[in-house]
């Protein structure tokens, strides 16, 4: 059955970044096609998402080649709740792009390689088939190494360096589980791997090697969305990259590694079991899920750790935010473990999962934006220079507090509910350890939040805050993307059940 | 026999892969990512199956058994892709050395700490303000276009 409204948010940002490269000499043009690229790219995923809604699992062979063989896009709740998630979060990114991104940079490459990124996050979010996942995973950080070293200086090329090295060894080593998982399962299809699992005697598979493969793609999946040990590329790239760039870099490829972790991991893998028991020392159980359940708690944990520790020291408000998306992450990943390991709290456990990364998308892609919207009226965004916002402009000083507080977790906020689940799945799995992290974990968000705030945004206004000028469009943008914070809040039940819908359907 | 040769042989590539990305200077980090991209292509060709009878699926029709076509169309665009990235590491090596006048990694981050102490000192050295100034400079009347991202 081919459907080509599953491919249309694909399609349409490939169009828009051929056409912007096409129309690169006219400046007008292109940023008009930019900004009709993205809206269209909002109304195609928008309409993916009603026919999901409806139809359940849509799928798309593409030029008509059957599966397993063929390349297959797969769309079902999850794929349109992250999908979803990204056209949220890259609109608001894009058009403060055309106000913060200079001239010269705009004329050279942004809005091309910008919706590059969005056709490889699209096509991640899309492919039924893990080789492709790697290719899309390609398209994506090809685009995002041009994105980090933008500005070309010397932190940039620094932090470029980190960023492109880490994720070249990820890319071999994803190679390498993949050629693994072929020679030991015999398909890369995720429907036919997941099948094969599910009935090794019958197909031949030997699970344990794909346990051993698994993981690696783990590690890759880690690396990508900036789990601890895997976090070192995260404040670099966040500070050096643009900051609308940020914005989609912590909001949405974060979230690529999550929802490939999510679906590799608890769709695919998670069928599979070792007979006679892991084998491992302490760890009890036959499913793979006994096994990524305890190595998703530790890296989940240390990044609350580590991410909230380091983030109550920073004095520059970007090094905060990416170390507070390393702490965030942990917070994303904290109800996956549990739900790895209590299988009773699993669908909950994954609701709670996407609905947070939903949270962090666009409460972190407003900070990121605030943050920029500052630099650019004030010149600076080290708090030490900071002092006085809400006095000067009461709307920046708003865009950080609402951001802020979504991240802690008050209600009306879209961070309240997420918090909530997450600490809910927790409660219900028995997992006290966990419990407890997530608790340190939300005292140090107020911590670093608090800390921001008093230094950079009450008090006298700084010298350089007192004559700030922000820009009407950006304002306007942090104040559309805070209002879409408190909206996910209010109107929490239709976002709650399109993020248990992938649980649901699961069965 | 060609199974031992080629696993004695990817071991070696990852082997030294690994050694020369660990090492100080940043294109010898560049190519040992490309030595171990290459090794994970090898391996990946290696996934599909080796008998001495087999051919490789180049030749249509030649009525020969040919070895599992999918891995070599999968390493084909392992390839490419593995191209592209090469040659932006490459150029982001040269971006490295003139920023940073050095190719040694230790320099490199040490430059940015002398950096910003001098930041502090008063004369902005390239800083992350200093780079994204020159963004904004960019939309200025002066427009200092000193190339801060490459034409292409």
Redesign the interface.
Known sequence: MARTVVVAPMLVALGAAIATLLTRRFDRAKVGLSLAGGIAYVVAVAALFAEVGTEGILTYQLSGWGAP?GITLVADALSAFMLALAAIVSLPALVFAVRY?????QQ??FHPVFHFMMVGVTGAFLTGDV?NL??WF?VML?SS??LV??????????A??RY??LN??G???M??A???L??TVGTLNMADIARRLGDPVTYGVDPAPVLGLAAILLAVFALKAGLVPFQFWVPGAY??A?APVSAVLAGVVKKVGVYAIVRLYFTVFGVGTVPGGLGLPGLDGASFLNFFGPVLFVMAVASIGVGGVVAVARD?V?ELLAYSSISQVGFIVLPLAVGATVPAVRDLAIAATLVYSLNHAVAKGLLFLTSGAI??AV??IDLRDLGGIVEESPTLAGGFFVGGLALVGIPPLSGFFGKMLVFDATARAGADLALGAALVGAVLTIAYFSRAWNRGFWGEPSEAVAEARPSGVQLSVVITLGLVVVAIGVGFDPVFEAASRPSNSRR | MTQYVLAVVLGLLFAF?TFL?LRRD?VR??WG?II??Q???V??V????ISPEAVAPIVHGSGEATTDP??QA?VL??IV?GF??TA??LV?TY??YE??GTLD?DD??T??LR?SLVADGGTA???????????????GPD?S?D??????
């Open positions: 063989f991104v200079g001239e010269q940079g050279v490459s080789f790697f290719v390609e090809m190494y041009v070293v933008f500005y070309g200086g010397g932190p940039h090329t620094r470029g360096i492109v090295f070249l060894a890319s071999a080593f190679l390498v993949i050629g693994g072929y020679a500070r050096a643009p520059d970007d630099y650019e010149g600076s | 892969g990305v940043v980090v560049v990512v171990m991209g090794a994970a292509n391996y990946l290696t996934m599909g199956g999918l891995v999968l665009t392992a892709i592209g990235t932006f590491a982001l971006r490295v920023e940073h990694l490199v981050s430059s940015e950096g050295a390239r800083g992350r303000d200093g780079a994204t100034d020159e963004a904004l400079d960019e939309s427009g276009t190339g801060g991202v490459t034409d292409g």
